[in-house]
């Protein structure tokens, strides 16, 4: 759950267990099982392993050990102990270069290459953008969840998706820029390849957005609501190509992995993503040479096709409107590029 290989090691003694999470739930918090709770916040932990963390005795209910099926309670101050200590949670400065779009005394704006992880995590603690941020930017502020350090982020973008990124660099934009987001008043837009055509130029996707229940790894879309959280995007198609489309979607909300899970949602996964499907012929013909023109473009696209075009958002301290748009990566263009000529081809 810390990039630890075990989630539980039994103990003889209960004082020789380390404290690897702690977290306390909400004044509002409805009763849930602690092993639901603890899947919900902990990334990459699944609910098996946290099931067997409690039977071993690792998960603590206000300091006593309870099974999976507790049902956490408002202001309960939940713990996972383990019989060693944690991770070094220190983040270590790195000479990551950065694409910086534009800079000021409260903020950075920056173009993310596609690759780049955003935060230290599991399998990732080090060559992340946070990284190369401390090693060009001195006492960035932070407000990090649950003890994991996140200077200057206010919002992210995924390992393979490209694009605008606003940093903030002190606590007064870090808190102002946080509200922002909080309350929708960013203007984000992204592009997208996306398997398919659509019958309208453009349309709305709505659906509660949450950890899917058949693959933690992913997020699902719950149209009536009955979990995750609200979720809303809107898209305009841009170009057609048969089999592929490229289009524009506007964020509303801004979900963990929105676009993706709500165009997967809608049959229309984005091209070239594995985690949602994308990676596969979904659309096309059954011919040799389709099949290696696809994964030719694969090979020049080995992402999921999403480029963060632009972020608008007001300056914390000048009040200023400031919008960011930046071109679409080579690849990208590049992968545009081929459809194009294919289309072309075949109409001839």
């Known amino acids: 759950m810390s990039g630890e290989s075990e989630l539980y090691e039994e103990a003889d003694e209960q004082d020789n267990l380390f404290e690897h999470h702690r977290i306390e739930s909400d004044p509002g918090q409805e009763l849930t099982r602690v092993d639901k709770f603890l899947t919900d916040r902990i990334a990459n932990a699944t609910r098996s392993k946290i099931q067997l963390a409690a039977k071993a005795g690792n998960i603590l209910a206000n300091d006593l050990p309870v099974k999976p099926n507790y049902k956490v309670k408002p202001g309960d101050v939940i713990k996972v102990v383990l019989a060693y200590p944690p991770r070094d949670k220190t983040i270590h400065a790195e000479d990551i270069p950065l694409d910086i779009l534009f800079e000021d005394a409260d903020v950075v704006v920056l173009n993310k290459q596609a690759g780049l992880v955003v935060h230290p995590g599991h399998g990732n603690f080090d060559g992340t953008l946070v990284n190369g941020l401390l090693f060009h930017f001195k006492n960035l502020p932070d407000i990090g969840k649950h003890g994991e350090p996140r200077p200057g982020l206010v919002h992210r973008l995924d390992k393979g998706t490209s694009g605008v990124m606003v940093i903030a660099k002190s606590e007064l934009s870090i808190a102002n820029l946080s509200q922002q987001f909080f309350d929708r008043t960013t203007d984000r837009i992204y592009n997208a390849l996306v398997w398919g055509d659509f019958e309208e130029d453009e349309g709305r996707i709505e659906g509660h957005i949450g950890r899917s ?136």
């Open 213 to 348: 229940v058949k693959n933690r790894l992913e997020m699902g879309v719950f149209p009536d609501g009955e979990q995750g959280k609200h979720a809303v995007t809107h898209y305009k198609v841009l170009e057609r190509f048969g089999y592929v489309t490229l289009v524009q979607c506007k964020l509303e909300t801004g979900r963990t992995h929105q676009i993706r899970a709500h165009m997967k949602y809608i049959g229309h996964p984005l091209f070239n993503d594995a985690r949602y499907g994308g990676d596969k012929i979904l659309k096309g013909t059954t011919f040799t040479k389709y099949k290696q023109f696809i994964d030719n473009c694969f090979d020049l696209l080995p992402r999921p096709a999403l480029h963060a075009k632009s972020l608008g958002f007001t300056q914390p301290v000048t009040q200023e409107r400031l919008s960011f748009e930046t071109d679409l990566p080579e690849d990208m263009q590049q992968v545009l590029e081929k459809w194009k000529v294919y289309v072309a081809s075949r109409k001839e």
